[in-house]
């Protein structure tokens, strides 16, 4: 009598997790489960000074950095981008252009970095991300630099993709800020 009764309510449950127009299977066979989500972090701690050598002149609020995982970088784009969609910004304007775009990208970023390691022993305070505004061939532009496993990388927040800055832009830079 129990084993009829056992069937049948999760026969009920497999009905209406079908009804919910959801696939059984995962539930089933256990192939429904993602793979452990990427860190934003390595184990790696800049201190302030180690930051402002990596990226001279930086603005450096905090005191210890953790370095940017270069896995979690290419997964994030597409958060971010979903969550900037969310909130309805769907195209460039220039009321809401590349700073714009690079402040949201590490502020989304930083939110999610405090959120994971809330309860941490982590030395660090805040990723070691932030915004790199530099005169780019068509003006004053603002992208993303993140000191990561594979060294700096520079971000364009609209794209997503990694951008290769000439020692010239580099040295046009006028404002870093971690």
């Known amino acids: 009598m129990r084993r009829s009764r056992l069937i049948f309510w999760i026969g009920v449950g497999l009905f209406a997790v079908v009804l919910a127009g959801l696939s059984p299977l995962p539930l089933l066979t256990g192939c429904g489960k993602s793979p452990p989500p990427v860190s934003s972090a390595t184990a790696r701690v800049y201190t302030g000074a180690e930051l402002r050598a990596a990226v001279p002149l930086a ?3 905090d005191t210890a950095y953790a370095e940017v995982s270069s896995a979690w970088l290419r997964a994030y784009y597409d958060q971010f981008r979903a969550e900037i969609f969310r909130q309805g910004v769907t195209k460039w304007d220039q009321r809401f252009d590349c700073n714009h775009f690079a402040t949201y990208y590490v502020a989304l970023a930083q939110t999610k970095f405090h959120l994971a390691n809330f309860q941490s022993r982590t030395p660090a305070q805040t990723l070691a991300l932030g915004t790199y505004w530099y005169q780019s061939p068509r003006g004053p532009h603002a992208v993303v630099v993140a000191l990561t496993d594979r060294g700096t990388l520079f971000i364009e927040p609209q794209t997503g993709a990694e951008l290769q800055l000439t ?3 580099r040295a046009s ?5 971690f």
């Open 59 to 61: 603005f450096a609020g």
């Open 173 to 177: 830079a006028w404002l870093r800020v």
């Open 167 to 169: 020692p010239e832009q």
